[in-house]
């Protein structure tokens, strides 16, 4: 009985692990059409997708590597009607990706700026922020600051969008 409940612990732990897609590949993206797609985290570990243009919208379920494919909606990961295959450098972050929607010609985006996370004190209290930054240099014009959920909050996930960013 002592043998087996190591094992059975390990069982359990590992089941309440959760996943996080990796961060350099979230952010807004430009397609060669003019439109832009956002995306960003979901839950159980895959991405979420929308284009600003169309409203059109789906989940991201890891493929292999920096390839995600997508079903119908949120729920079907087949049968696979999108492919994204992210292009990512030596830092992991994703500068382009090439998006293949079944029976279609596969179309290029480029990343569409740029993010920075800080972390600063004030008092006891830490902070956290994500600085999103356009693709030119400074100096820069203006800077919004916008509030958005904690990372201890549940809706932290759907705040997380690039939309201002990508608008310029």
């Known amino acids: 009985m002592h043998l087996r409940l190591p094992f059975i612990v390990c069982?359990?732990?590992?089941?309440?692990?959760?996943?996080?897609p990796p961060r350099g590949l979230l952010g807004a993206y430009r397609l060669e059409s003019g439109e832009t797609v956002s995306v960003s985290r979901s839950a159980e570990g895959t991405l979420r997708?929308?284009?600003y243009e169309t409203g059109d919208s789906g989940r991201l379920y890891p493929e292999s590597g920096n390839t995600c494919i997508s079903g119908d909606g949120f729920s079907n990961r087949e049968p696979v009607q999108l492919t994204v295959q992210f292009q990512t450098g030596e830092d992991e972050t994703a500068q382009a990706l090439q998006w293949k929607v079944t029976g279609s010609?596969?179309?290029?985006a480029v990343r569409v700026g740029r993010?920075?996370?800080?972390?600063?004190?004030?008092?006891s209290v830490i902070f956290h922020a994500r600085l999103q930054l356009p693709g030119s240099l400074p100096p820069y014009p203006a800077?919004?600051?916008v509030p958005v959920a904690s990372s201890l909050s549940t809706s932290i996930n759907w705040h997380e969008t690039p939309l201002p960013r990508?608008?310029?």
Do not use: H, M, N, W
Not at 11 to 20: D, F, N, P, Q, Y
Not at 105 to 108: L, T, Y
Not at 115 to 123: G, I, M, N, V, Y
């Open 143 to 145: 800077v919004a600051a």
């Open 49 to 51: 997708y929308r284009i």
């Open 115 to 123: 993010e920075r996370l800080l972390q600063f004190a004030s008092d």
């Open 166 to 168: 990508s608008r310029g």
């Open 105 to 108: 010609k596969p179309v290029s």
């Open 11 to 20: 069982i359990v732990l590992a089941g309440c692990s959760t996943l996080e």
